[in-house]
């Protein structure tokens, strides 16, 4: 996807950074709907939301995990997660846990106390996926509605 700041939305078209980057949304439901059981995004640099399609997650970037003094680290670019999922045998969505993490100014990661990516990652998931079926708590836990 595009690259940025201003870009946790997920579009729903395809997105453009320098060079065209394609429409991760449609990539991601096309993947799930040819047998991918999870689809973890990653490119904008930013945490975007969680979605359950065909009851399976798509969770479309968590962020950058890593970035010794490679990536700005200011606002929403600062805060990232680590998603720890559990799928049914059938590949379906069981639970799941986002784990926020915060880089430091170098870009190196931490825990985040402040968890600034859950209530960031629910906000964002409830704006951009109105239909879901799962919430995010405030702790983090992914849960089926």
Known sequence: GAEGINEYMVPKKPEHFIEDRGDVYRF???????????????GPHVVRGVELYKDKLIAYSLGNLIGYRAFATHSNKGFSAILQVSVLSNGDFFSGRIHPIVLTNLGIPQPD???KAISFMEEISRINFPSNSITITSNGTIIRK
Not at 29 to 42: E, F, K, M, R, Y
């Open 28 to 42: 991601s439901h096309t993947a799930i709907d040819n047998g991918a059981d999870l689809v973890i995004g990653q």
């Open 113 to 115: 106390p402040r968890e």
